[in-house]
């Protein structure tokens, strides 16, 4: 049974997802991951098989299957 751990909601929908992780100040982005989608904020919410696969992945032999670059922004110097 899905429960959000956000907001608390109880109806999610099964979707894939584009998730972002930082490993050792290294940024990584998983595409195509299998979560549980919250309809009421979104919240992308996986279970523990997909974390243990992508925790292999990621401390494994895998190789990504691309790689891009990023602008990265600091809030702190927004002159907005």
């Not at 940024?27 to 996986?46: D, N, T």
């Amino acid at each position: 049974m899905f429960k959000c751990h956000v907001c608390g909601s109880e109806e999610g929908e099964p979707k894939t997802v584009t998730q972002m992780f930082i490993l050792e100040e290294r940024p990584l982005m998983i595409e195509e991951v299998p979560a549980s989608v919250c309809s009421r904020c979104g919240e992308a919410v996986f279970d523990i098989s997909t974390v243990e696969k992508i925790r292999k992945m990621v401390h494994g032999d895998a190789k990504p299957a691309k790689t891009v670059m990023t602008d990265v922004f600091a809030y702190s110097d927004s002159t907005a």
